[in-house]
């Protein structure tokens, strides 16, 4: 059997790559490590478990993603995100290792990102991303996937961009989403799905993988409200300009075209997906 590691399994994109693996059938044996079974941090205790249990793969999803978060202790982020990655990457120097990065290693100046543009990340979550893809750059073995906004059913309810709005619509907020901040939202079960389909091709270097469509805050929003009449949704349109906090990139969409070439389906916008999955909790 093949075994496979998989960090930040307690996430969306974690759990949902360690539910759908293709399992004892691929003779694939998953191992979902969560923070409670492993702590990433404890370098000791990583190389202890990884010798006892070699793996033949590690997909390393796990990261400290909040911004509020990174740019509250950029310490923190920074050997969260840079640290553990470099100790994963260095355990799997002769093995295939998995990195889920985002578009936010761009500055969002010009959109429609290909992988090869030049990255110029803004905040700390970024800065800490663009670096820890430096450290996987040198192995020629490894593959970083850049997905974007991810949504889908996570084991703490509150990591899939979905569940955020669901959860502020439920406490009666009214939220302000931007109509100048673009991304390309994806279901993590797609996400999951092109991540698997690579692994098997025995993909590497820098892939892009994101929803087909690119959409503002605000038009997530729309598409949201009315796939949840009952939560009585509240929104108001908001600008960048008006943004006092953190620098936002506005348009990180992802160029997905060298993905698409490989894989066995059409990665869908947003609006395709919902349209298509109207009965599935989302």
């Given at each position: ?172 907020q009214t939220l302000s989403l931007f109509t100048d901040e673009f991304r390309s939202p994806i ?96």
């Open positions: 059997m093949k075994t496979v590691w998989i960090t930040g399994a307690g996430g969306l994109i974690g759990s949902t790559l360690a539910r759908t693996a293709p399992g004892a059938a691929h003779e694939l044996k998953v191992v979902a490590l969560t923070r409670d079974r492993l702590d990433l941090t404890d370098a000791a205790a990583v190389r202890s478990e990884f010798h006892r249990q070699p793996p033949q793969l590690v997909i390393h999803c796990a990261a400290l993603s909040k911004s509020p978060a990174c740019e509250a202790n950029p310490r923190l982020a920074r050997n969260l995100n840079v640290g553990v990655t470099a100790l994963l990457a260095e355990l799997a120097a002769e093995i295939p290792l998995v990195f889920l990065s985002t578009d936010l290693v761009f500055d969002g100046r010009a959109g429609n990102y290909a992988e090869e543009a030049a990255v110029n990340p803004l905040s700390v979550y970024a800065e800490t991303k663009a670096a820890a893809e430096q450290v996987l750059r040198a192995n020629p073995r490894h593959l970083i996937v850049r997905t974007s906004l991810n949504g889908g059913r996570s084991p703490t309810g509150d990591r899939g961009f979905n569940e955020q709005i669901r959860r502020a619509w439920q406490a009666g279901s993590a079960e797609v996400t999951a799905r092109a991540i698997w389909e690579l692994v098997a091709q025995n993909a590497t270097g820098v892939y892009h993988v994101a929803g087909s469509e690119k959409l503002s805050r605000w038009q997530i929003g729309r598409l949201l409200a009315a796939r949840w009449p009952q939560l009585q949704p509240r929104f108001e349109a908001a600008s960048l300009k008006d943004h006092a906090g953190a620098p936002r990139a506005p348009d990180t969409s992802l160029n997905c075209a060298k993905a698409q070439a490989r894989l066995s389906f059409r990665l869908p916008g947003l609006t395709e997906w919902l349209s298509s999955h109207p009965g599935e909790v989302f």
